[in-house]
């Protein structure tokens, strides 16, 4: 069975390859995983029973690079949402233009009731699973939902022992003393801040722009913390909890201090409160998704007064809202690339790895920027040149990059041989 999610992803490949007039042949490559290994995973629980869960690592296309993908641990995990989230990536790290694929792992476990212990011994039997298909050359995991740069440090650590070799470059995500990267932890965040920025200044937004950030956990609170630094005005923030809002511009700082002690956003004084639909419709520039999938919904695309929306979370926007904002002229940067910091700081962590080198804090975040720039300029170009908007243009470009990469390797030899 295909799910939402995965059809959703070859439909957006399908309409790309009939744009793009691709063969047969190729459009099929591209549908396809190029590897999936499903493997069961034997841990010990803290009872000293041995329990067995089910697991997946799909690389999607190694054409561009090493698969590169995080790994989700969470209960409702299947083997058609990993080949799904893996084609994302490997749409997503062309439209970055980075040396890589796509893939993703996934276990089918709530980590949430597993002890340490327990969740050690389950990523090591990961691991053990499936370290014939990873490797720094060939398919690199990450964190994603339900993982951190502990379960990475475990990971690497067993992929050591289990190979003999000691190659950190094997996952990205770690922590900074097992050779993970500075500025990992605020990187989606800071890509998306310049690509607010950028997208901004082409629209024509004044430089005190009014910022609305829905969602405030990793990625949002950074986020609004680096806007408002830059001179945009932040005037609404929400978490699972509801919105607060103040025309003038909320003080970021005090606001994820009140977080921090209280737990929501909602308890910061002295500025109004709003529910989750009013926010959507307060007065502003530009509208942040930053909450979870699908917190956007044709209602709340109809009341926005944004010109801009960027987004920082993973699929915000519901089909039918991305319809709405589409007829009204309001501009989408879409996640592909807004939210594309983290994997653009993952591969610096994979290059520094491999070339034994650790960058300073200063030269990941202007290579960032810089990056960041260049796909966003990319992607402006590809959409004015085919006429469309950012979305389907990201798709486009995406796979017009990965087909021409399976192109060049499949077609080499043939071509050798003509000449
Ligand atoms: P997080 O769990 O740290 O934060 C999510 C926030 O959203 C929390 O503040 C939560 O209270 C809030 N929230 C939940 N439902 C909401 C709603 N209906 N309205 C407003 N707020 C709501 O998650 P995160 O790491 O910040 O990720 C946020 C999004 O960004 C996700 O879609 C994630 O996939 C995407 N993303 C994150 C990273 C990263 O490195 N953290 C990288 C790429 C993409």
Same mark, same amino acid.
């Given at each position: 069975?295909?799910?939402? +999610?995965?059809?959703? !992803?070859?439909?957006?490949?399908? %309409?790309?390859?009939?744009?793009?007039?691709?063969?047969?042949?190729?459009?099929?490559? +591209?549908?396809?995983?190029?590897?999936?290994?499903?493997?069961?995973?034997?841990?010990?629980?803290?009872?000293?029973?041995?329990?067995?869960?089910?697991?997946?690592?799909?690389?999607?296309?190694?054409?561009?690079?090493?698969?590169?993908?995080?790994?989700?641990?969470?209960?409702?995990?299947?083997?058609?949402?990993?080949?799904?989230?893996?084609?994302?990536?490997?749409?997503?790290?062309?439209?970055?233009?980075?040396?890589?694929?796509?893939?993703?792992?996934?276990?089918?476990?709530?980590?949430?009731?597993?002890?340490?212990?327990?969740?050690?011994?389950?990523?090591?039997?990961?691991?053990?699973? $499936?370290?014939?298909? $990873?490797?720094?050359?060939? %398919?690199?995991?990450?964190?994603?939902?339900?993982?951190?740069?502990?379960?990475?440090?475990?990971?690497?650590?067993?992929?050591?022992?289990?190979?003999?070799?000691?190659?950190?470059?094997?996952?990205?995500?770690?922590?900074?003393?097992?050779?993970?990267?500075?500025?990992?932890?605020?990187?989606?965040?800071?890509?998306?801040?310049?690509?607010?920025?950028?997208?901004?200044?082409?629209?024509?937004?004044?430089?005190?722009?009014?910022?609305?950030?829905?969602?405030?956990?990793? =990625?949002?609170?950074?986020?609004?913390?680096? +806007?408002?630094?830059?001179?945009?005005?932040?005037? =609404?923030?929400? @978490?699972?909890?509801?919105?607060?809002?103040?025309?003038?511009?909320? @003080?970021?700082?005090?606001?994820?201090?009140?977080?921090?002690?209280?737990?929501?956003?909602?308890?910061?004084?002295?500025?109004?409160?709003?529910?989750?639909?009013?926010?959507?419709?307060?007065?502003? %520039?530009?509208?942040?998704?930053?909450?979870?999938?699908?917190?956007?919904?044709? @209602?709340?695309?109809? !009341?926005?007064?944004?010109?801009?929306?960027?987004?920082?979370?993973?699929?915000?926007?519901?089909?039918?809202?991305?319809?709405?904002?589409?007829?009204?002229?309001?501009?989408?940067?879409? %996640?592909?690339?807004?939210?594309?910091?983290?994997?653009?700081?993952?591969?610096?962590?994979?290059?520094?790895?491999?070339?034994? &080198?650790?960058?300073?804090?200063?030269?990941?975040?202007?290579?960032?920027?810089?990056?960041?720039?260049?796909?966003? &300029?990319? +992607?402006?170009?590809?959409?004015?040149?085919?006429?469309?908007?950012?979305?389907?243009?990201?798709?486009?470009?995406?796979?017009?990059?990965?087909?021409?990469?399976?192109?060049?390797?499949?077609?080499?030899?043939?071509?050798?041989?003509?000449?």
């Amino acid at each position: 069975m295909t799910s939402g +999610l995965h059809r959703s !992803a070859l439909e957006g490949v399908d %309409d790309a390859a009939a744009l793009l007039g691709l063969p047969d042949w190729l459009r099929g490559v +591209l549908r396809q995983p190029e590897r999936t290994t499903a493997v069961q995973v034997p841990y010990r629980a803290g009872d000293g029973e041995v329990r067995v869960v089910s697991g997946w690592r799909v690389a999607h296309s190694t054409a561009r690079g090493p698969a590169k993908g995080g790994t989700r641990f969470h209960p409702e995990v299947t083997g058609e949402e990993v080949a799904g989230l893996a084609t994302l990536m490997s749409l997503k790290t062309a439209v970055m233009d980075l040396p890589l694929g796509g893939g993703k792992g996934g276990v089918a476990v709530d980590p949430k009731r597993l002890s340490a212990a327990e969740q050690e011994s389950l990523t090591r039997g990961y691991t053990r699973a $499936i370290a014939h298909a $990873i490797g720094v050359e060939r %398919d690199v995991p990450a964190p994603d939902v339900g993982t951190s740069a502990s379960h990475m440090d475990w990971m690497a650590d067993e992929h050591a022992r289990v190979t003999g070799v000691h190659e950190p470059g094997v996952v990205t995500g770690k922590s900074l003393a097992a050779h993970g990267s500075l500025g990992r932890d605020t990187a989606t965040a800071a890509g998306c801040r310049c690509v607010t920025r950028a997208s901004a200044r082409r629209l024509g937004l004044p430089a005190d722009a009014r910022v609305i950030v829905q969602g405030f956990g990793n =990625a949002g609170a950074h986020l609004a913390r680096m +806007l408002a630094a830059e001179g945009m005005r932040v005037v =609404a923030v929400s @978490d699972s909890g509801g919105g607060i809002t103040d025309p003038a511009g909320l @003080d970021v700082a005090a606001v994820e201090a009140t977080k921090a002690r209280h737990g929501s956003v909602t308890a910061h004084p002295g500025v109004a409160r709003v529910t989750h639909e009013e926010l959507l419709a307060l007065p502003c %520039d530009v509208l942040v998704p930053a909450a979870l999938g699908g917190a956007v919904d044709a @209602d709340g695309a109809a !009341a926005l007064q944004a010109s801009l929306v960027v987004e920082a979370a993973n699929g915000p926007c519901t089909g039918a809202a991305d319809a709405v904002l589409a007829e009204r002229g309001i501009t989408v940067v879409p %996640d592909v690339l807004a939210s594309g910091g983290g994997v653009t700081v993952s591969c610096f962590e994979w290059q520094q790895n491999r070339a034994r &080198e650790r960058w300073s804090a200063e030269q990941v975040g202007r290579l960032l920027e810089q990056r960041m720039e260049r796909a966003l &300029e990319g +992607l402006w170009h590809a959409a004015e040149q085919r006429g469309l908007p950012l979305r389907p243009a990201a798709t486009v470009l995406a796979v017009e990059r990965v087909a021409q990469a399976v192109e060049a390797r499949e077609l080499a030899p043939a071509a050798v041989l003509a000449s």
